[in-house]
């Protein structure tokens, strides 16, 4: 990604992933139960991994 050591250069990929996972897997909805959240969450990140 980017050099070794510079975490603070590594922050504009974690927000473009993260906003990513919110908006265009749904992940901005909120969860009754942590399982639902973890379930979402991981097809998310399957489908971000495989289809993108």
């Known amino acids: 990604m980017t ?3 510079h975490c603070y250069e590594n922050y504009s990929v974690a ?3 993260n ?3 919110k908006f265009e ?3 901005y909805n909120t ?3 942590f399982k639902e959240a ?3 969450f991981n097809q ?3 489908l971000y991994n ?3």
């Open 38 to 40: 973890q379930t979402a």
């Open 25 to 27: 897997f749904g992940l």
């Open 15 to 17: 927000e473009k992933i």
């Open 50 to 52: 495989n289809v993108q």
């Open 31 to 33: 969860f009754d139960y």
């Open 44 to 46: 998310a990140v399957f």
């Open 3 to 5: 050099e070794e050591n």
């Open 19 to 21: 906003k990513t996972l």
